[in-house]
């Protein structure tokens, strides 16, 4: 039998050495730089600037395996996992790629030939389906690739069908290169009789290879245009065919999942997989085999859990896992993190990046799991605090702004807040919650919105950048722009008129690699063109803005000049190198950069580390990167080979991204990069920077926080704007040194005397209304009335916090043994009730609930609780006395009824 590693090699070898393809290693499952992606969802990912137009591929026919997520967005199979035997979030995509080459012919052909002549399947259980047309779209029928299978293969023609825009019509997401498909599915049923059940989600009639013909582009309005060059895009799901070949009826029961179901029983001690579809045990062990192969590739690629998207979707993975361990195979204590390296020892030598990033995913994996076990608890006291306002406030449901204030800060989803409202006698504003995560999202929408320049009707010619690393002035030719994403090569641009300018020559730099576009102008004597952003779309160099004055013509010199911000992103840029060096030295090696931003006003750095700064670690940093500054040091860019470059010791690189052969490497104290050592500071990097250190001036963190778990942020600040932080720190310290009347070293131990002071005084006024509270509860003891034993203590008591007043309600409970508890009290304009019944008189009938929902009428509030002990709130203190007045009327009557039943 071949195993799954046999199969994965087959395929790459069929295309690679039968049919000249080259083998393009995956790209990472975080979709680095294309922001209309959660994840990369299919191999063509990597490959979509060469279907736009954008970019010119370096080879015509490609072959590979893609890790693929379809966990969020258009294509999301979380939903699904578990239940069948075939759905993945994570997964391989097997595929080939033609860029411009060959077509719909030679594509089908060869996955015939593959499929029945090197993997020998039965052709009869073939089947293959090919796009009806949507004359709504002005797409036709697919008559050509109809005709292909009935001509070049021998496919039974019974067993081609027509499909709809729904299976056979393939987009990878809302936006960008889609077309026609013709999928190939395999019968698995007993006699072959499967032809009705292909594209009805049956599990014995299953697809296993799809066809694109990429042939369209779906812009950011919906509509679909038509691509310059027509492109094959393959892929076939890795986990499917490899069960089909093995002879299994699952996936997960092929040599890809067999070795992690072992390490689940082995570290859970749970009873071992069976492969049933209606044992909850088995699905669990699916959800958890398929999510943690998910989390370790996600990881190791760069992705961290958070609070929104991708991060979002990892998380609820994760927490989707765990709480199928714990619900059913009896999990106590974080388990994932232990089964990483059974997912790394069966995949890492096909994918390397998991070997390296092991030890990371794990301490990701295990924090994730320890944070999510607390999460009840956490959530019960934050609840707590907010059923406490909304009863204040005379509200019988958690308010929106509660609700949403849960979930977005502090990770208490809606559902488990619902939950716990229910238990309490209160409701959530669902409406308002769900309208204010719509704002908070277009809020997110709108801070994100930039000009999106898709697929261009027209060839875009490359730009030559090189005067950006010499100046801030130059000069070029109008080439022309683009508007509308049409590129327009004659004419003139008049005043008002906006569009992405580009020319022959530009010194201008292009956002990329974190450093923000140039701002500018761009001007001769009969126009101006303000600049304010430059873009890179392949070789060519787009400046963004409008004519200010006059107009400009395509053909005409112009005058090139960057806005003069550029000398301290340089600063800023120089410095992000040195700090970066400075981080791995104090903090260590495990420290990568997880992304960063350089613009005029700092430099801001992403990089993974697991616990915040100290105040020495700060400090130690700081004096690393101002001692480079102060040795006024070379900045040197070399130009090397790509393979060279990457064997430079200590070299850096940020991960995920796609680098230029040959590739510019920035060393700091150097002349030749090649003799690096951990002293010296050496990157890839097309940035523009400083030619000496010295220029940056002075460098000074300004902020550190935590941006997901397990990744760090700093910020920091140079030249006039670090002069001018260090001022104002400066100030601060001398006002508070004048203040306090002490010299500016003694101020830590005047603030700590404050503190300590303030604490004194919280207790003893804490202590004061702690025995206000006591003396008022004994008092409403003896005057209680008595009815056969059972006392009715009701009466007003001083304003505290719950807390102390629950502690005298336990205690007169426990001093009465029998009693019915209702106490009340005004705060800041508002009353606030509870109630409590000992569980003798529960067990007759009483409720404490109950009670308190009538009392707070009074009030002009409302509430609930359990039978034992409720609360309430109100909103018309000057009622307290004749809502208590009820209450007390109310346990009299109710006692009285149960003394003459009995």
Not at 220 to 235: A, Q
Not at 672 to 678: I, Q, S
Request: negative net charge; contains cysteine; proline residues 4%.
């Amino acid at each position: 039998m071949l195993t799954a590693g046999d199969i994965r090699q087959q395929f790459i070898d069929f295309f690679v050495k039968q049919h000249g393809h080259t083998f393009v290693p995956s790209s990472p499952v975080v979709p680095h730089g294309d922001d209309t992606l959660l994840f990369t969802n299919a191999g063509m990912n990597q490959f979509k600037p060469y279907f736009l137009g954008t970019e010119k591929p370096p080879y015509s026919r490609v072959a590979n395996t893609q890790k693929c997520i379809r966990a969020g967005g258009k294509h999301n199979d979380l939903d699904d996992v578990g239940k069948d035997t075939y759905h993945h979030t994570f997964f391989e995509m097997l595929g080939n790629w033609s860029f411009g080459d060959y077509f719909k012919k030679e594509a089908i052909l060869w996955a015939w030939e593959l499929l029945t002549q090197v993997w020998g399947l039965d052709k009869s259980r073939l089947h293959a389906t090919v796009f009806e047309g949507s004359p709504e779209e002005g797409v036709p029928r697919d008559n050509e690739a109809f005709e292909i299978w009935k001509t070049v293969t021998d496919i039974d023609p019974a067993h081609i069908h027509w499909g709809s825009k729904k299976d056979n019509f393939w987009e990878m997401g809302d936006t960008g290169p889609c077309g026609p498909c013709t999928e190939i599915h395999y019968d698995k049923t007993l006699d072959k009789s499967g032809a009705s059940l292909v594209n009805a989600g049956r599990h014995d009639v299953i697809e296993i290879w799809n066809l694109v013909f990429i042939q369209y582009n779906r812009g950011e309005d919906g509509k679909l245009s038509p691509l310059p060059t027509h492109h094959v895009d393959t892929g076939m799901g890795f986990e499917r065919i490899t069960a089909i070949l093995q002879g299994k009826d699952s996936n997960y029961d092929t040599d890809i999942f067999t070795p992690i179901f072992d390490a689940i029983q082995r570290i859970t001690g749970a009873d071992a997989y069976t492969g049933k579809l209606d044992d909850m045990k088995d699905i669990a062990y699916r959800v958890i085999a398929d999510h943690i192969r998910c989390l370790t590739f996600a990881l190791s690629d760069g992705a961290v859990p958070d609070n929104e998207g991708r991060g979002y979707v990892l998380r609820r993975i994760l927490r989707r896992a765990e709480r199928y361990g714990r619900q059913y195979l009896k999990t106590a204590k974080p388990f994932l993190c232990d089964l990483v390296p059974s997912v790394v020892e069966l995949m890492g030598d096909t994918f390397p990046e998991l070997r390296a990033n092991q030890d990371h995913v794990i301490q990701l994996v295990r924090g994730e799991e320890e944070s999510f076990i607390k999460t009840l608890d956490r959530g019960i006291r934050l609840f707590q605090e907010a059923a406490d306002r909304a009863r204040s406030a005379g509200q019988q449901q958690i308010s929106a702004e509660d609700a949403f204030t849960l979930h977005d800060t502090h990770g208490v989803y809606i559902d488990i807040t619902e939950q716990m409202a229910s238990e309490v006698g209160l409701g959530v504003d669902r409406a308002g919650y769900e309208r204010l995560m719509q704002e908070a999202r277009e809020r997110a929408r709108e801070a994100q919105k930039k000009v999106v320049i898709s697929a261009l009707s027209g060839e875009l010619p490359p730009t030559d950048d090189s005067p950006k690393y010499k100046g801030l002035k130059s000069r070029g030719t109008i080439l022309g722009w683009v508007r509308d994403n049409e590129v327009i090569r004659e004419g003139k641009l008049k005043k008002g008129e906006k569009a992405a300018l580009f020319l022959d020559k530009t010194c201008f730099y292009a956002e990329q690699g974190g450093q923000v576009g140039d701002k500018g102008a761009i001007y001769n004597s009969r126009g101006r063109f303000e600049v304010t952003d430059t873009q890179k779309l392949g070789d060519t160099v787009l400046h963004l803005g409008q004519v200010t004055q006059g107009s400009i013509e395509v053909g005409k010199r112009m005058t090139l000049e960057v806005a003069p911000m550029r000398a301290d992103i340089m600063r800023n840029h120089t410095a992000t190198h040195l700090l970066n060096w400075a981080l791995r030295r104090v903090l260590g090696d495990h420290v990568e950069q997880r992304g960063s931003l350089v613009d005029a006003e700092k430099t801001r750095f992403d990089f993974t580390h697991d616990s915040p700064l100290s105040a020495e670690e700060i400090a130690e940093i700081e004096r690393l990167v101002n001692e480079k500054i102060y040795s006024d040091l070379p900045v040197t860019p070399v130009y090397m080979p790509l393979v060279e470059a990457q064997r430079i010791p200590g070299v850096r690189a940020v991960f995920g991204e796609k680098y230029p052969d040959p590739v510019r490497v920035l060393a700091i104290g150097l002349k030749d990069p090649r003799r690096a050592t951990p002293d010296f500071s050496v990157e890839f990097c097309g940035g523009t920077h400083l030619h000496h250190t010295g220029e940056a001036g002075f460098f000074k963190i300004i902020s550190q926080e935590g941006v997901a778990k397990g990744v760090r942020r700093v910020t920091a600040v140079t030249g006039r704007r670090a002069v001018q932080t260090a001022q104002q720190f400066s100030s601060v310290v001398e006002t508070l040194a004048h203040r306090f009347n002490c010299p500016p070293p003694e101020i830590v131990r005047r603030v700590e005397q404050l503190f300590e002071e303030n604490k004194k005084l919280q207790q003893q006024v804490k202590k004061g209304v702690a025995g206000d509270l006591q003396h008022t509860a004994d008092r409403l003891l003896q005057e209680a009335g008595n009815i056969n034993g059972t006392r009715i203590i009701v009466g007003q008591v001083p304003s505290a916090d719950n807390e102390q007043i629950r502690q005298q309600v336990d205690r007169l409970r426990q001093k009465a043994g029998s009693a019915v508890v209702l106490l009340g009290w005004t705060d800041d304009g508002k009353v606030q009730m509870i109630a409590a019944v000992t569980d003798d008189l529960v067990r007759k009938g009483l409720h404490a609930g109950k009670l308190i929902g009538e009392v707070a009428k009074v009030v002009g509030g409302g509430g609930g609780g359990k039978p034992t002990m409720a609360q309430a709130g109100g909103k018309e203190p000057a009622k307290l006395h004749e809502a208590l007045e009820l209450g007390k009327r109310l346990v009299h009557n109710e006692l009285q009824s149960h003394l003459v039943s009995t």
